[in-house]
Nanobody, 124 residues
Framework: QVLLVESGGGSVQAGGSLRLSCAASGRTVSNRAMGWFRHAPGKEREFVSAINWSGGTTTSADSVKGRFTISRDNAKNTVYLQMNNLKPEDTAVYYC?????????????????WGQGTQVTVSA
């Protein structure tokens, strides 16, 4: 199993930016897909973005396209989520997750390792 630790959450005003980090340790992540999900109160967990670790291929939810960018630093075993032009509806706990394969799935059930989450709060 892979240990994932998120950081970078916080409180910002609408239009602001945050960069989330997800540091991976334990088993190798070089042959895995990594994803970001978010969970807001009263809502289901929602896919945000995913990256194929080895190839750099990415996919993102329509709600964040053009505002959020997922990237990775292989040397640091870290995945990032750069969030720009944040909106109040982006408020949620953001989770990093790792799969056991390279499939850029948007379904949470396919991700076997999860971080503890980091809170992002966007005020109007």
């Amino acid at each position: 199993q892979v240990l994932l630790v998120e950081s970078g959450g916080g409180s910002v005003q609408a239009g602001g930016s945050l960069r989330l980090s997800c540091a991976a340790s334990g088993r190798t992540v070089s042959n895995r897909a990594m994803g970001w999900f978010r969970h807001a109160p009263g809502k289901e967990r929602e896919f945000v973005s995913a990256i194929n670790w080895s190839g750099g291929t990415t996919t993102s939810a329509d709600s964040v396209k053009g505002r959020f960018t997922i990237s990775r630093d292989n040397a640091k075993n870290t995945v990032y989520l750069q969030m720009n032009n944040l909106k109040p509806e982006d408020t949620a706990v953001y989770y990093c997750a790792a799969r056991e394969d390279l499939d850029l799935s948007r379904e949470p059930s396919g991700y076997k390792s999860w971080g503890q989450g980091t809170q992002v709060t966007v005020s109007a």
